[in-house]
């Protein structure tokens, strides 16, 4: 019975943080502006293929489990994610600039990322398969791979913020991103 009461006093003040954390600071959110580029957006590029050293600009949503850039992969091809300018984007009232995320609070480590050994907000990029169902085995994250993604599987190329599967309700904001195919060496 000791230990219940223990549980409970320590949910208590555990719920009385979160509630004046949240209460006490409410930061601006706002959408990260299109970079001025000439770039053209992914899902413009012909046949949804970069060709080698070509690029193209996309938007990734916070609130997204996963945003379609609008290219398609082939194994082995190499490609540059980089993020133009200042931008920002949330997580519940946590501001987060890309690539790389957070370690995130108490409170959120409680919790189980989609990738475990990846910071909270991390941008990670996957593919969905051409032959199967998505699946987060070829994910990879950007902010631990000097921004460079390999495709290990043929398909549709898509980039999310890591976070936990049942909180990006709690998301805000759109970021965007430079894709650059890496020529072949």
């Known amino acids: 019975m000791n ?3 223990n549980f409970l006093l320590m949910l208590s003040v555990l719920a009385s943080f979160v509630i004046t954390s949240c209460a006490s600071h409410q930061p601006i959110r706002y959408d990260s502006q299109l970079p001025s580029s000439n770039l053209p957006s992914c899902f413009d590029v012909p046949n949804k293929k970069l060709t080698d050293g070509a ?3 996309a938007l990734v949503e916070a609130g997204n489990r996963q945003s379609q850039i609008g290219l398609n992969v082939e194994p082995r091809e190499k490609y ?3 993020v133009p300018g200042r931008q920002a984007w949330f997580d519940a009232t946590r501001r987060n600039t890309p690539l790389c995320g957070e370690k995130g ?3 959120m480590n409680l919790f189980k990322k989609r990738s475990p050994e990846s910071l909270w907000f991390s941008v990670l990029a996957n593919v969905i398969p051409s032959d199967q169902p998505a ?3 070829c994910q990879q994250d950007l902010c631990q791979q000097e921004s460079v993604f390999t495709a290990h599987v043929p398909g549709e190329l898509i980039l999310y913020p890591n976070d936990n599967d049942y909180f990006y309700d709690n998301n805000y904001g759109k970021i965007w991103v430079k ?3 890496q020529k072949a060496k």
Do not use: A, P
Request: net charge negative.
């Open 105 to 107: 609070s108490f409170l």
């Open 179 to 181: 894709i650059e195919h």
């Open 135 to 137: 699946q987060d085995l």
């Open 80 to 82: 540059k994610v980089s």
């Open 55 to 57: 690029s193209c600009i």
């Open 3 to 5: 230990s219940i009461n």
